[in-house]
């Protein structure tokens, strides 16, 4: 008889006549065992003898994670037992923990924004201010904010023309990041020739400094029904509300614990590497490795 598999992982047994150095015939079953390695490196089928036991494959193996062993359900309750012998076609499932994310900086451990922090620092995308400390509790300028979006967009890009800005330094470290931003309209400054990169960046600025990013790189912001509005919807800028509304839609911000979103407060590192987290997760830009939880 053949093997008949469905798209699934249904295997049916394989029966063999193998003929006998005598010239008889010797009716032997083999059973197909399947390798599911569920996310990590292919693992090739075994065929083994009814009644057979097999050596267990050599380990696959994903970025980010340590394999834990071959187990019987796809939940990965119970391992197989290489001993046992073998009755029936089987699928193995490949089990995974997850390694720690890199531990980057001295001032965050136990923070609740961590884990973020840690992985878009695995990145690239962020850096610390120094002396191994990040600082997650510091306000975000807005020129650390503008030089963030260049390093997960911006990267590799030809230079830009120099922004039109006064108050901003010629080779500051920021200096590219904010001529890529303007010329490609993510930013536009509190008027010609102020943008103010030292300030701290307020939460509605984020907010549409997220959403024009969002357009410009195609990034599908999800719309999660209805706007709850906040206790302090009339203090958000008209040229933020749509954004701001945008981030609650798509989960991205949900406001202060009061019902507030507090708009012209500033946005701390912290919070920064929490909303850039859900971003890139949205993006599709996060390797498994730096996934959070």
């Given amino acids: 008889t053949l093997t008949v598999s469905d798209s699934g992982a249904n295997t049916a047994s394989i029966a063999l006549t193998v003929a006998s150095s005598g010239?008889?015939?010797?009716?032997?079953?083999?059973?197909?065992?399947?390798?599911d390695s569920q996310g990590g490196s292919a693992v090739g089928d075994k065929s083994v003898v009814s009644g057979g036991t097999?050596?267990?494959?050599?380990?696959?193996?994903?970025?980010?994670?340590?394999?834990?062993?071959?187990?019987?359900?796809?939940?990965?309750?119970?391992?197989?037992?290489?001993?046992?012998?073998?009755?029936?076609?089987?699928?193995?499932?490949?089990?995974?923990?997850?390694?720690?994310?890199?531990?980057?900086?001295?001032?965050?451990?136990?923070?609740?924004a961590e884990d973020y922090i840690n992985s878009l620092g695995g990145q690239g995308?962020?850096?610390?201010?120094?002396?191994?400390?990040?600082?997650?509790?510091?306000?975000?300028?807005?020129?650390q904010f503008v030089q963030i979006l260049y390093n997960v967009w911006g990267e590799g890009d030809a230079a830009?023309?120099?922004?039109?800005?006064?108050?901003?330094?010629?080779?500051?470290?920021?200096?590219?990041?904010?001529?890529?931003?303007?010329?490609?309209?993510?930013?536009?400054?509190?008027?010609?020739?102020?943008?103010?990169?030292?300030?701290?960046?307020?939460?509605?600025?984020?907010?549409?400094l997220i959403v024009r990013a969002a357009g410009k790189f195609e990034i599908d912001l999800p719309d999660g029904g209805d706007k709850t509005a906040?206790?302090?919807?009339?203090?958000?800028?008209?040229?933020?509300?749509?954004?701001?509304?945008?981030?609650?839609?798509?989960?991205?911000?949900?406001?202060?614990?009061d019902g507030s979103f507090d708009p012209q407060g500033t946005l701390t590192r912290g919070e920064m590497a929490k909303v850039m987290y859900y971003v890139l997760e949205l993006a599709g830009m996060t390797g498994d490795e730096y996934k959070v939880g």
């Avoid at 995308?125 to 020129?143: E, Q």
């Avoid at 920021?174 to 103010?196: D, V």
């Avoid at 906040?230 to 949900?254: P, R």
């Fill in 23 to 35: 010239g008889g015939r010797d009716d032997t079953t083999y059973y197909t065992v399947k390798f």
């Fill in 54 to 112: 097999f050596t267990e494959p050599a380990s696959p193996t994903r970025e980010g994670y340590t394999f834990s062993g071959w187990y019987t359900d796809k939940g990965c309750t119970s391992k197989h037992d290489f001993t046992a012998s073998v009755t029936k076609a089987l699928t193995l499932y490949a089990g995974w923990e997850k390694n720690p994310l890199p531990d980057l900086f001295t001032d965050d451990n136990g923070h609740w």
């Fill in 125 to 143: 995308y962020i850096s610390g201010m120094g002396n191994g400390k990040y600082t997650p509790d510091a306000p975000l300028t807005r020129a």
């Fill in 160 to 208: 830009s023309p120099a922004d039109p800005f006064t108050d901003t330094a010629l080779g500051a470290w920021y200096e590219k990041a904010l001529n890529w931003a303007y010329a490609g309209g993510l930013i536009s400054g509190y008027s010609a020739e102020s943008f103010g990169p030292n300030d701290p960046l307020t939460r509605e600025q984020m907010a549409l």
């Fill in 230 to 257: 906040f206790s302090d919807d009339k203090d958000i800028a008209v040229w933020a509300y749509e954004a701001v509304y945008a981030m609650q839609k798509a989960g991205i911000i949900g406001g202060r614990p």
